[in-house]
């Protein structure tokens, strides 16, 4: 006899050429199907030793109280705004009588598959995650979602997968902060920004750019780099600064790489604002402890966690059906500080 780890009803869907639907109906004894498909599909799950998930089982009984463990994923915990959604999850979750079981990714694809593997392995009742970096594949995503189990992304989504998830407005956060330094009297606009096969790298980039061409401003390739932390930042800004025609201000995708672009420019020389406009995107601690302090896009962290834990405890109780997406927006706004002029 046959015994393939993992089995999910879309697997015998795909070999047996019918929809999971079908699949569903056949192991109810559905009247739907006929004896003979019934009979078929329900001898392919015996053989391969198929198992129905005991969450998503869990799920479709009232009576039944799921395990309250919800797995979350971060990138990265020592980035500050990882970390205040962190707090946020955590915050609704309590309050709801729910404990977090939590890793780090480390902005390892392989990682993430391991950890996405090892939290259904440990009967978690539902997983919110934000995506690393470096993943390009979404199979790890999908497989918990046709086990039935809940998945909720923030702040960088899988579009691979049609799931719920919290973001914040990254394109008109971004659009408004360059907006403001073009108001401002700047003209040559740097973008530092994320990877473009994140959904959040396109939209900030997209912002970043539409903001320019309002404004009358052609973007430029020169002063364009995927560059999101401070210690790239401070490799590229030097050479940017003396380039014949260097620019007047930069928009960082986060405040980490404003505040690498920050250090660069003072140790050059460079007057900040006077010389030279910096943007950042987050608002955490740190902007206010460099100088000057930091113009930045404030993005609610705290908040982006408490609407993922609520969207999430929602479909494991109900509320929320669980094959229902919900996209929620946080809005976003721009803190004026001494970065800018």
């Known amino acids: 006899m046959n ?70 994923i971060v990138p990265e915990f020592t980035h500050f705004y990882f970390s205040s959604i962190l707090a946020g999850i955590e915050e609704e979750a309590s309050a709801r009588g729910y404990s977090l079981m939590i890793a780090q990714s480390n902005e390892k694809y392989e990682r993430e598959v391991k950890i996405c593997k090892s939290f259904h392995e440990n009967k978690v009742c539902g997983i919110i995650v934000s995506q690393a970096k470096n993943s390009i594949k979404h199979d790890h995503f999908q497989r ?29 956060g971004t659009f408004t902060a360059v907006s403001h330094l073009v108001g401002t009297g700047c003209k040559r606009i740097a ?42 930042a401070e490799l590229i800004t030097p050479d940017l600064m003396n380039m014949s025609n260097p620019p007047d201000a930069f928009f960082a995708v986060n405040d980490e790489t404003a505040i690498g672009i920050l250090y660069s420019c003072k140790r050059m020389g460079f007057r900040v604002p006077e010389d030279i406009s910096i943007c950042g995107f987050t608002n955490g601690e740190r902007a206010v402890s460099c100088d000057p302090m930091l113009t930045t896009v404030e993005q609610l962290g705290t908040r982006v966690g408490e609407e993922a834990a ?31 002029r």
């Open 3 to 72: 015994e393939t780890p993992n089995l999910t009803m879309k697997d015998i869907a795909r070999e047996l050429g019918v929809s999971i639907a079908t699949v569903s109906r056949a192991l109810k004894d559905s009247p739907r199907i006929s004896a003979e498909k019934r009979e078929e599909i329900k001898k392919y799950a015996r053989e391969h030793k198929f198992l129905p998930n005991m969450i998503a089982k869990t799920l479709r009984r009232s009576k039944i109280q799921p395990p309250k463990i919800i797995g979350v």
């Open 144 to 172: 918990l979602m046709d086990y039935g189990l809940p998945l909720v992304f923030y702040d960088r989504i899988s579009t691979g997968v049609n799931a719920s998830r919290v973001v914040v407005d990254d394109y008109m």
């Open 191 to 232: 973008y530092f920004g994320m990877p473009m096969n994140l959904e959040i790298g396109k939209n900030r980039y997209n912002g970043y750019k539409d903001a320019l061409l309002k404004h009358g401003l052609k973007p430029d390739d020169d002063l364009t780099f995927i560059c999101d932390n401070r210690a790239d």
């Open 310 to 340: 609520n969207i999430l405890i929602e479909k494991v109780e109900g509320t929320i059906p669980i094959d229902k997406v919900e996209k929620r927006v946080v809005r976003t706004r721009l803190i004026i500080r001494g970065t800018t």
